[in-house]
């Protein structure tokens, strides 16, 4: 989101309206007022595991629309609207779209950015937890994404019809909210990267023996993938390299997450200020995602980083033009996956080759400089409220 808005703060004026937790976060984000004009709202309110469990069994709505429902906001939006003229309302992801539909009815122009298709990601969670049943637990998990499969697909539809534009981030995305709203106007902007910022060294070190996974350690996509990796593939791996270590880097680990860390073999680094030394000293980056949508900052950060990755097609999803044995090394199975981080561990050259040419695809093709145009073609017009 900080780029998007660097890119349209180049050719319009933009008020950003934006939910800060608490103080510390509402300093953190100020710096935008270089960029925008910048107000905040304290929140959302927290929702216990107990009011979301009573909200999926007694609400029409899913729990992603309600996640962020805040009277405070609701004020806010509504006295800006009210008192000052805009000429477009961008709503940043399906839980901020109820904002959205109350900018609709007070007569502006809105456009949703879609982060992905959601109802197709809880349908692929639902699936993945169903097919592990009996297990007390998938069978609970699934039986939730089900339920927010079902509420998510009416209510994206419903979202899709109503607003005059939304971004997605990728071509499976665009197809699969094409198949809820057929007459939906959507617009292709994916994901980048920064390509100067995400840039390896001339003179860069030799690789550890650490295979790195980078993400958000509670989001259920990447809970599955890290919890599948260790538990399937790499076994299989320390079978063929006993040396080496897994890390995991990223926020908030989940309890099951937190559980792997061994001090010796797998190693949950939780969040850093910076990525780019573990990219840079990594052995591979593994993308083991089974669940998921749009498309993944993490590969794309790898890539441009000229760090050898092995992902899932899952994984490497979203992403066009990728080529298997070009790009990067694509396996979905725990076999395959282990034979293609053993043929970067054993093949060094092969790898760096792979790391080089990825990085050579990724800045071409998706820096930020080359998706601004795309952003700037899908708005219109000149000043934009972005909430």
């Keep these: 989101m900080f780029h998007l808005l660097r890119a349209l703060a180049k050719q319009h004026t933009i008020t950003l309206l934006s939910f800060a937790p608490d103080e510390s976060a509402a300093q953190a984000i100020a710096p935008l007022r270089n960029l925008v004009r910048l107000l905040v709202v304290t929140g959302p309110p927290y929702r216990s595991l107990f009011q979301r469990a009573l909200t999926t069994l007694l609400s029409p709505q899913p729990d992603m629309a309600l996640r962020n429902a805040s009277m405070a906001y609701t004020a806010a ?3 800006l ?20 539909l109350q900018a609709r009815k007070a007569g502006l122009y809105t456009i949703l ?3 992905n298709a959601e109802y197709l990601l809880q349908r692929r969670a639902a699936l993945t937890d ?27 539809r419903y979202v899709l019809q109503v607003v005059d534009r939304v971004i997605v981030v990728s071509a499976e995305d665009e197809l699969a909210l094409r198949r809820l709203a057929p007459h939906a106007k959507l617009h292709i902007v994916p994901n980048g990267v920064d390509c100067t910022y995400f840039a390896p060294p001339t003179k860069a070190p030799p690789p550890t023996n650490d295979l790195v996974f980078i993400g958000t350690l509670d989001y259920r996509p990447n809970v599955d993938a890290v919890l599948w990796f260790v538990d399937a593939v790499f076994p299989l791996i320390k079978q063929m390299h006993p040396t080496l ?11 099951k997450v937190l559980a792997l860390h061994d001090d010796r073999h797998i190693i949950v680094t939780g969040e850093v200020a910076d990525t780019r ?7 591979v980056v593994v993308i083991p995602m089974r669940i998921g949508g749009g498309s993944r900052l993490k590969l794309l950060e790898a890539l441009a980083m000229a760090t050898p990755v092995v992902s899932t097609s899952f994984g490497a999803e979203g992403v066009a033009g990728l080529r298997n044995g070009e790009h ?17 561990i054993t093949d060094r050259a092969f790898a760096q080759q792979l790391g080089q040419v990825g990085r050579t695809f990724v800045c071409a093709n998706y820096d930020w400089t080359c998706i601004a145009p795309r952003l700037e073609a899908a708005i219109r017009p000149a000043t934009i409220l972005t909430s």
């Design 277 to 283: 030394p573990a990219l840079m000293e990594a052995a």
């Design 328 to 344: 990067l090394l694509l396996a979905d199975t725990p076999a395959t996956f282990a034979q293609a981080v053993s043929r970067l």
């Design 130 to 156: 169903l097919r592990r049943f009996p297990a007390p637990k998938a069978l609970i998990g699934g039986v939730y994404s089900l339920i927010q499969w079902l509420k998510l697909a009416t209510f994206e």
């Design 77 to 79: 939006l509504h006295k």
């Design 245 to 255: 270590r897994l890390r995991l880097i990223g926020r908030r680990p989940h309890p």
């Design 81 to 100: 609207l009210t008192d000052e003229q805009f000429d477009v309302v961008l709503a940043e992801s399906i839980e901020m779209a109820p904002y959205l």
């Design 113 to 115: 950015d879609e982060f």
